[in-house]
Nanobody
Framework: QVQLVESGGGLVQAGGSLRLSCVVS????????MGWYRQAPGKQRELVAL???????TDSDSVKGRFTISRDNAKNTVYLQMNSLKPEDTAVYYC???????????WGQGTQVTVTS
């Protein structure tokens, strides 16, 4: 089993910044994909950004240039630095962990990010 614990959400004004962290523990894999999805009220969960254990990154066009994903493999931790936040970034942000093949997947409990105008 794998456990994901997120932190760093909160309330911020438009234009502000937040940094999310997610610590992964348990039976982790040497190669994996970690990242973030988000779900706004009344909307489907959507990809924010993913990063492989080798450092390859996939991110959504909606956050390019504003959000930066990174990871510390020694600490089994993934980060999401969010700058220039907009009200439309308001959502519950979920940490995500999977095997390279995608056959094993885990989700965190979610952390709320609220951006006020």
């Amino acid at each position: 089993q794998v456990q994901l614990v997120e932190s760093g959400g909160g309330l911020v004004q438009a234009g502000g910044s937040l940094r999310l962290s997610c610590v992964v523990s348990g039976s982790t894999l040497s190669t994996n994909v970690m990242g973030w999805y988000r779900q706004a009220p009344g909307k489907q969960r959507e990809l924010v950004a993913l990063i492989t254990s080798g450092g390859g990154i996939t991110d959504s066009d909606s956050v390019k240039g504003r959000f930066t994903i990174s990871r510390d493999n020694a600490k089994n931790t993934v980060y999401l630095q969010m700058n220039s936040l907009k009200p439309e970034d308001t959502a519950v942000y979920y940490c995500y962990y999977r095997s390279i093949s995608g056959s094993i997947r885990y989700w965190g409990q979610g952390t709320q990010v609220t951006v006020t105008s």
